[in-house]
């Protein structure tokens, strides 16, 4: 199981930081992905990291503003999005794979707004 | 990466069999195997219905099946319910990189 964070309001230029604290499996052996879509919008793929290595990878449209990271300890993986613009409005999901490629577990979805 | 292109909707009846197709325009989409389907329900997470183009999940029913040809990706829907009606999402995994399609919306007459 999956279960992320609360609903967030930022201002444009602002940073976003949003939870997802996995249960019921060995975090540590998985992969955590995020997804986003924005309203009436098809999903957009994020980017991935390993909580075990620290490895991740980005999508291009986003890597110079996101950071992923996952914490074995406490099995919750994190995403950070810097510099928030209206277009990043959207519903951000977590998602769990056991490679890199597919996704079995998703949360339930945090609404992330962006209005001045 | 390139973009997966996928019909904006189809429609069945019930009991029907339906295809939904993905497209992809590069090398690399032909000569991969780790093309996933989804399906989502509004309002509702994603759900895994296909991995390595034609692995169904544990749980997911056997009405579903997937494959691929070339640059083509398929997912067959066999016995069409009213609870198949969603939004069915391909996937793509190369260079590190997934890529969503842009969705196919189904509706079940």
């Known amino acids: 199981q999956l279960v992320q964070s609360g609903p967030e309001v930022k201002k444009p230029g602002a940073s976003v930081k949003v939870s997802c604290k996995a249960s019921?499996?060995?975090?540590?052996?998985?992969?955590i992905a995020w997804v986003r879509q924005a309203p009436g919008q098809g999903l957009e793929w994020l980017g991935c990291v390993s909580p075990n290595s620290g490895l991740t990878d980005y999508a291009q449209r986003v890597q110079d503003r996101i950071t992923l990271t996952g914490h074995t300890s406490t099995k919750t993986a994190y995403m950070e999005l810097r510099s928030l613009r209206s277009d990043d409005t959207a519903v951000y999901y977590c998602?769990?794979?056991?490679?890199?490629?597919?996704?079995?577990?998703w949360g339930q979805g945090t609404q992330v707004t962006v209005s001045s | 990466q390139s973009a997966l292109t996928q019909p904006a909707s189809v429609s069945g009846s019930p009991g029907q069999s339906i295809t939904l197709s993905c497209s992809g325009a590069s090398i690399d989409f032909a000569d991969s195997k780790y093309v996933s389907w989804y399906q989502q329900h509004p309002g509702r997470a994603p759900k895994l219905m296909i991995s390595?183009?034609?692995t169904r999940p544990s749980g997911v029913s056997t009405r579903f099946s997937g494959s691929k040809s070339g640059n083509m990706a398929y997912l067959t829907i066999s016995g069409l319910q009213a609870e198949d009606e969603a939004t069915y999402y391909c996937t793509s995994y190369t260079d590190r990189t997934v890529v969503f399609g842009g969705g196919t919306k189904l509706t079940v007459l």
């Open positions: 019921g499996y060995t975090f540590a052996s998985s992969y």
């Open positions: 390595d183009v034609t």
């Open positions: 998602a769990r794979g056991w490679r890199q490629d597919s996704f079995d577990t």
